[in-house]
């Protein structure tokens, strides 16, 4: 089986088995081997009390690319360690758009760094996760 094809199922097989990010309108735009990007709009419900989408939004449209880029080379793969900075504000009506990379893989640990864009191309969030590779294998 083709791995950018393999990868794509298992993905698929993650996002029908992930009622969160379904229900944050994520939608997948680019996939494969240690690599997934996902783009959504926020919504007004996604705001906080300033009027700006509440840190959680950025940080789980890119813990959800970072899920689906570490998994993606067919082993599970469980986040340890997470951080992101928030460089600028988004607003209801912004559309996201989150990429996420693989910069180290190896037997066990695999990093992966996520750039967080708007509809402008303006960087607004950089997130940086550590994996933990399990020996399991997903079936596809």
């Not at 709009?41 to 959680?56: I, K, Q, S, W």
């Not at 950025?58 to 793969?77: I, K, V």
């Not at 402008?120 to 079936?139: I, P």
């Given at each position: 089986m083709e791995e950018k094809n393999r990868a794509s199922l298992i993905i698929s097989r993650m996002y029908e088995n992930d009622p969160f990010s379904q229900w944050m309108g994520m939608e997948r735009v680019e996939e494969g081997e240690g690599?997934?990007?996902?783009?959504?709009?926020?919504?007004?419900?996604?705001?906080?009390?300033?009027?700006?989408?509440h840190g959680g939004i950025t940080y789980s449209l890119a813990d959800s690319a970072l899920a689906f880029a570490s998994n993606s080379r067919g082993q599970h793969a469980l986040s340890i360690e997470t951080s992101i900075s928030h460089?600028?504000?988004?607003?209801?009506?912004?559309?996201?758009?989150?990429?996420a990379?693989?910069?180290?893989?190896?037997?066990?640990?695999?990093?992966?760094?996520?750039?967080?864009?708007?509809?402008?191309?303006?960087?607004?969030?950089?997130?940086?996760?550590?994996?933990?590779?399990?020996?399991e294998e997903w079936s596809v």
């Amino acid at each position: 089986m083709e791995e950018k094809n393999r990868a794509s199922l298992i993905i698929s097989r993650m996002y029908e088995n992930d009622p969160f990010s379904q229900w944050m309108g994520m939608e997948r735009v680019e996939e494969g081997e240690g690599f997934c990007t996902l783009r959504m709009t926020v919504r007004p419900e996604m705001t906080n009390g300033f009027g700006l989408a509440h840190g959680g939004i950025t940080y789980s449209l890119a813990d959800s690319a970072l899920a689906f880029a570490s998994n993606s080379r067919g082993q599970h793969a469980l986040s340890i360690e997470t951080s992101i900075s928030h460089l600028a504000p988004v607003s209801a009506g912004d559309v996201l758009t989150a990429r996420a990379r693989e910069q180290h893989l190896g037997p066990r640990l695999a990093h992966y760094e996520v750039n967080i864009t708007n509809q402008n191309g303006a960087l607004v969030a950089l997130f940086k996760g550590t994996v933990y590779r399990k020996r399991e294998e997903w079936s596809v």
